[in-house]
């Protein structure tokens, strides 16, 4: 009976061994392999990270008031043709400099303003112009307010040219009154002439103040301004 069991027991363990060795493998040469890296997804490399430099601005300058702006016109004004309120276009001939560093560059353009333009009156009354500059208008960039004194210019006194237009009228009739009769037709050609004279003086004005393309004038900053 032992014998018979021992039999059977090597029969099954044969038996189980010829089944195991006719089972496909699982994995074959046409069978695709996977790995583990191909499981996994695939991670892009990371981005280069570039050092952004330093964009700071630069810290900004004073020019103090008292600073002067030396200026050439680049249009014309006068007292007999601007009118008060007029604008005008002029260009820096020397730098703005605020300690040792240049902070406005020669031939910036300057805008101005007509404060006050009178023009000479008959007899009395010089012609004057009043003129103050209002920006700063660089090439690149906003422009910049600021504030001068004003620039004043008045015409030169006309009082000798009348005195002598006056006795030259004067002597000229004292001329025309002793050919017509001498003794008394000379004073009374001496009063007609002054007359004339002052007739003269009436009917002409005085000089005017005009300033062309070009001409240099220098203004001074009233308030300080930042740049």
Excluded at 82 to 102: I, M, R
Excluded at 114 to 139: C, H, M, N, W
Excluded at 165 to 180: N, R, S, T
Excluded at 208 to 224: C, I, Q
Aim: charged share 20%; with cysteine.
């Amino acid at each position: 009976m032992k014998r018979t069991r021992i039999a059977i027991g090597i029969a099954a363990l044969m038996t189980s061994l010829v089944a195991c060795t006719k089972q496909p493998s699982s994995t074959s040469a046409d069978s695709p392999t996977t790995s583990v890296d191909t499981l996994q997804p695939r991670r892009s490399p990371a981005p280069t990270v570039t050092p952004v430099a330093d964009r700071r601005p630069e810290p900004r300058v004073t020019v103090p008031a008292g600073t002067k702006l030396r200026v050439a016109l680049l249009q014309a004004v006068s007292s007999d043709k601007s009118q008060t309120g007029d604008a005008f276009l002029a260009t820096l001939t020397e730098p703005v400099v605020v300690e040792g560093k240049t902070v406005v560059a020669k031939g910036t353009k300057v805008r101005g303003r007509v404060v006050d333009a009178k023009e000479s009156g008959r007899v009395k009354g010089r012609a004057s112009l009043e003129l103050t500059l209002t920006q700063i208008v660089p090439d690149e960039g906003k422009s910049i307010g600021i504030s001068t004194k004003p620039y004043l210019a008045v015409a030169e006194s006309t009082k000798k040219r009348d005195g002598a237009i006056i006795g030259g009228g004067a002597g000229l009739g004292a001329v025309i009154g002793a050919i017509a009769g001498g003794g008394k037709g000379a004073a009374i050609g001496a009063a007609v002439g002054g007359g004339a004279g002052t007739g003269t003086v009436l009917a002409t004005k005085g000089k005017e103040v005009r300033f062309g393309v070009e001409h240099p004038l220098s203004f001074t900053l009233s308030s300080s301004i930042e740049i």
